[in-house]
């Protein structure tokens, strides 16, 4: 089986580091022309030489995936989209607003969460829907979090910006279908990223031991993983996989 995407241009946002990084190269390595998106143009320039060292095309395009005006003019400006992976998303740092006991929260705490994860992932998919749809073929991929899946405590705000990511995927799956685009959500568990490198350096630490008791498959995520999914997702195997969420957790949760 050959997952060959050769002629199709992806978009990925949040492209920058971690798991968006590694879905950008795993595209690029399957012979796609990546598009690789960051809010932050230096990391978004490095993706893009990373790549291309690696024998990969890729240009960058910095933008805000909150700003619909920033959005619209990057997407005019690089072509038609063939698939659209959004992945920039903010689970918020500790301390942060809106992490934390939901009762005393803010509201105003759910805003960054809100219009990063969900807000962007709308902005995005509307700037590149048209094309698709003029093309009758299309893919959105959307990365959401199991805490939308299943709830986090002390993340709210993420499990319902998550949540309604998701809601969105499947309500685009079925206004679009028809015209050859498929959309559908890919609910990561604990990935090992640069963020989190420092508990898993020490997969022996009891913090480390008591995440991985919850997964069947103990290890975290590798961003590597992420990547292989999504590709094949856009690829004409998965043409009959729309509106799903695809858990990929190493079994933290099933999907019945
Ligand atoms: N890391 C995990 O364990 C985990 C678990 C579940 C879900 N996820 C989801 O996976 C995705 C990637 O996570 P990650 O750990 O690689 O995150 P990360 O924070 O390491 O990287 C996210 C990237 O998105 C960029 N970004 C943030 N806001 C942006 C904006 N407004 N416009 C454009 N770019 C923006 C950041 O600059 C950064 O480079 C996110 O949607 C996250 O919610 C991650």
């Given at each position: 089986m050959e997952l060959d995407l050769t002629g199709r241009r992806v978009l990925v946002t949040?492209?920058?580091?971690g798991v968006g990084l590694a879905i950008a190269e795993a595209f690029a390595g399957a012979g796609a022309t990546v598009v690789v998106n960051d809010l932050d143009p230096a990391r978004t320039q490095a993706a893009v030489e990373r790549i291309a060292a690696g024998g990969g095309r890729a240009t960058a395009s910095a933008f805000d995936v909150t700003d619909p005006v920033a959005v619209a003019d990057a997407v005019a400006a690089c072509g038609p989209v063939d698939v659209l992976v959004n992945n920039a998303g903010n689970a918020g740092a500790e301390g942060f607003g809106g992490r934390g006991p939901f009762a005393e929260s803010?509201?105003?705490?759910?805003e960054p969460f809100i219009r990063v994860n969900l807000y962007g992932a709308m902005h995005c998919s509307r700037a590149v829907l048209p094309g698709m749809i003029e093309s009758g073929w299309g893919r959105l991929i959307t990365i959401v979090s199991d805490a939308g899946r299943i709830g986090d405590p002390g993340s709210a705000a993420y499990s319902a910006a998550k949540a309604g990511s998701a809601g969105l995927t499947r309500a685009l799956a079925r206004e679009n279908g028809r015209f050859g685009i498929t959309a559908n959500n890919l609910s990561l568990g604990t990935m090992r990223t640069d963020a989190t490198e420092a508990l898993w350096s020490?997969?022996?630490?009891d913090r480390a031991r008591q995440i991985l008791r919850?997964?069947?498959?103990r290890r975290p995520g590798d961003p590597g993983d992420a990547g292989a999914v999504a590709v094949f997702l856009a690829t004409?195997?998965?043409?009959?996989?729309?509106?799903q969420t695809l858990p990929l957790?190493?079994?933290y949760s099933f999907a019945l």
């Amino acid at each position: 089986m050959e997952l060959d995407l050769t002629g199709r241009r992806v978009l990925v946002t949040g492209a920058g580091q971690g798991v968006g990084l590694a879905i950008a190269e795993a595209f690029a390595g399957a012979g796609a022309t990546v598009v690789v998106n960051d809010l932050d143009p230096a990391r978004t320039q490095a993706a893009v030489e990373r790549i291309a060292a690696g024998g990969g095309r890729a240009t960058a395009s910095a933008f805000d995936v909150t700003d619909p005006v920033a959005v619209a003019d990057a997407v005019a400006a690089c072509g038609p989209v063939d698939v659209l992976v959004n992945n920039a998303g903010n689970a918020g740092a500790e301390g942060f607003g809106g992490r934390g006991p939901f009762a005393e929260s803010d509201p105003q705490d759910w805003e960054p969460f809100i219009r990063v994860n969900l807000y962007g992932a709308m902005h995005c998919s509307r700037a590149v829907l048209p094309g698709m749809i003029e093309s009758g073929w299309g893919r959105l991929i959307t990365i959401v979090s199991d805490a939308g899946r299943i709830g986090d405590p002390g993340s709210a705000a993420y499990s319902a910006a998550k949540a309604g990511s998701a809601g969105l995927t499947r309500a685009l799956a079925r206004e679009n279908g028809r015209f050859g685009i498929t959309a559908n959500n890919l609910s990561l568990g604990t990935m090992r990223t640069d963020a989190t490198e420092a508990l898993w350096s020490e997969p022996d630490s009891d913090r480390a031991r008591q995440i991985l008791r919850n997964y069947a498959i103990r290890r975290p995520g590798d961003p590597g993983d992420a990547g292989a999914v999504a590709v094949f997702l856009a690829t004409e195997h998965a043409s009959w996989i729309t509106g799903q969420t695809l858990p990929l957790n190493g079994g933290y949760s099933f999907a019945l």
